[in-house]
């Protein structure tokens, strides 16, 4: 099977990460896509516990048989540098063809990414376009996601942190079981 693979924080995870993994299926023709929240972020954002992310992670995809929620990265307390997942991924599922999938505002900031050079002579990287931000640099091995049906949203983490910090709903932002999780949780406070 071609595997996509969405790696993020996921903190939270949202409907944008949701358009990108459906999108991936319906114009990239994956076969799965694989969301796989981080352990620890490689720029060192403060994220709420990984036990948290992956948790609201398996609630966006649920009921949705080609997504997929990986927890490597968290089982095997990666670092969040990419390269250091891919032999893991490898050795756990030979039979699959990856590709990782990325959102267009990640391209300003790829090349600080740990040992990039190596990451995309190794994986290719479909990269999704994003409201706000430019299709550009593109690395070798990287394609963009084009179709004249493709939707672009610039929904974000951040973004849904800010709402909930300063008391705005976020219920068009993410999943209705996501919303609940942070609320009984009381992340993001």
Do not use: C
């Given at each position: 099977?071609?595997?996509?693979?969405?790696?993020?924080?996921?903190?939270?995870?949202?409907?944008?990460?949701l358009?990108?993994?459906?999108?991936?299926?319906?114009?990239?023709?994956?076969?799965?896509?694989?969301?796989?929240?981080t352990?620890?972020?490689?720029?060192?954002?403060?994220?709420?516990?990984?036990?948290?992310?992956?948790?609201?992670?398996?609630?966006?995809?649920?009921?949705?048989?080609?997504?997929?929620v990986?927890?490597?990265?968290?089982?095997?307390?990666?670092?969040?540098?990419?390269?250091?997942?891919?032999?893991?991924?490898?050795?756990?599922?030979?039979?699959?063809?990856?590709?990782?999938?990325?959102?267009?505002?990640n391209?300003?900031?790829f090349?600080?990414?740990?040992r990039?050079?190596?990451?995309?002579?190794?994986?290719?990287?479909?990269?999704i376009?994003?409201?706000?931000?430019?299709?550009?640099?593109?690395?070798?091995?990287?394609?963009?996601?084009?179709?004249?049906?493709?939707?672009?949203?610039?929904?974000?983490?951040?973004?849904?942190?800010?709402r909930?910090?300063?008391?705005?709903?976020?219920?068009?932002?993410?999943?209705?079981?996501?919303?609940?999780?942070?609320?009984?949780?009381?992340?993001?406070?």
């Amino acid at each position: 099977m071609h595997i996509g693979i969405l790696g993020a924080a996921f903190n939270p995870p949202h409907l944008g990460h949701l358009l990108m993994a459906q999108q991936a299926l319906d114009f990239a023709h994956f076969d799965e896509v694989w969301f796989t929240p981080t352990y620890h972020h490689t720029f060192a954002k403060q994220t709420e516990l990984p036990e948290h992310r992956l948790a609201m992670a398996k609630l966006m995809v649920a009921g949705n048989p080609r997504f997929k929620v990986s927890a490597l990265e968290i089982e095997h307390v990666l670092d969040g540098n990419t390269i250091n997942l891919l032999p893991i991924l490898r050795h756990a599922y030979p039979q699959h063809l990856f590709t990782f999938i990325i959102g267009s505002d990640n391209l300003p900031t790829f090349h600080k990414w740990g040992r990039w050079q190596e990451l995309v002579n190794q994986l290719p990287f479909l990269v999704i376009p994003r409201a706000g931000h430019a299709n550009t640099p593109l690395y070798e091995n990287m394609s963009v996601l084009e179709h004249p049906l493709l939707v672009i949203t610039n929904i974000s983490s951040t973004g849904i942190r800010q709402r909930l910090k300063a008391g705005l709903p976020i219920g068009y932002f993410v999943t209705s079981n996501i919303q609940s999780y942070i609320q009984k949780h009381k992340l993001y406070k």
